[in-house]
């Protein structure tokens, strides 16, 4: 079946320690995403990847960084310096050709920061 | 930069018409989709609208005017399981999107 998976789904941390966030896609989808969602509220992108070893700042980037080796994977960091950790990650793919290029979610993760 | 407008909550009953309304004020506009997402859910994508007028897909329909920066998204016939958060989202250059609050919608028996 192809999909994008996110691991794990519950995730638990202390204050001051940076965590890092699985995202796999086997869609041959060239771009992925990764957004924020905070309860009640919509996504707020954190940054995106279009190829391969390049990636780019959504608007909300600070704390956060990323790596996108290759096209399948593409993990998220949260750093100790993300004020507010806490919230509901998910990651997405999607397509570069076509009309509406769709993204498709994986099931998130979500973090606790304690 | 984008912002995008629609109502935080909407409630009606089974079998009947509800109509999601967004209006954005954006740069760089490519298009407007329309996701839904259940409790706990990921995202789903259900429409997009590129170009003005209307796109029906079975009970969801989607609308776009451009020259209003203002869309709706269409629910019809209305069921239990469509009980959801819809999220509008503008779509800019490189698939960028930003997404609207999202609107709650309750379906009643």
């Known amino acids: 079946d192809g999909g994008i998976t996110q691991s794990p789904k519950y995730l638990f941390r202390k204050e001051g320690q940076n965590v890092t966030l699985s995202c796999e896609q086997n869609?041959?989808?060239?771009?992925m995403y990764w957004y924020r969602q905070d309860p009640g509220q919509g996504l707020r992108l954190i940054y995106y990847?279009?190829?391969?070893?390049?990636?780019q700042k959504g608007d909300i980037a600070e704390g956060y960084s990323v790596s996108r080796e290759k096209k399948e994977s593409f993990p998220l960091t949260v750093t100790s310096a993300q004020k507010n950790p806490t919230a509901f990650y998910l990651c997405?793919?999607?397509?570069?050709?076509?009309?509406?290029?769709?993204?498709?979610f994986g099931p998130g993760t979500r973090l606790t920061v304690t | 930069g984008q912002s995008l407008e629609q109502p935080s909550e909407v409630t009606a009953v089974e079998g009947a018409i509800v109509q999601i309304n967004c209006t954005y004020q954006t740069s760089g506009f490519y298009g407007l989709s329309w996701y839904q997402q259940h409790d706990g859910g990921a995202p789903t994508f259900l429409s997009y609208n590129g170009l003005d007028g209307l796109e029906e897909t079975g009970r969801f329909s989607s609308f776009l005017s451009r020259s209003d920066s203002y869309g709706y998204l269409l629910l019809q016939e209305l069921q239990m399981k469509d009980s959801a958060s819809y999220f509008c989202a503008v779509r800019a250059a490189g698939n960028k999107l930003t997404f609207g609050g999202g609107t709650r919608v309750l379906v009643k028996p």
């Open positions: 990847s279009q190829i391969v070893n390049d990636f």
């Open positions: 997405a793919s999607s397509g570069t050709s076509g009309s509406s290029n769709e993204q498709y």
């Open positions: 869609l041959n989808h060239d771009a």
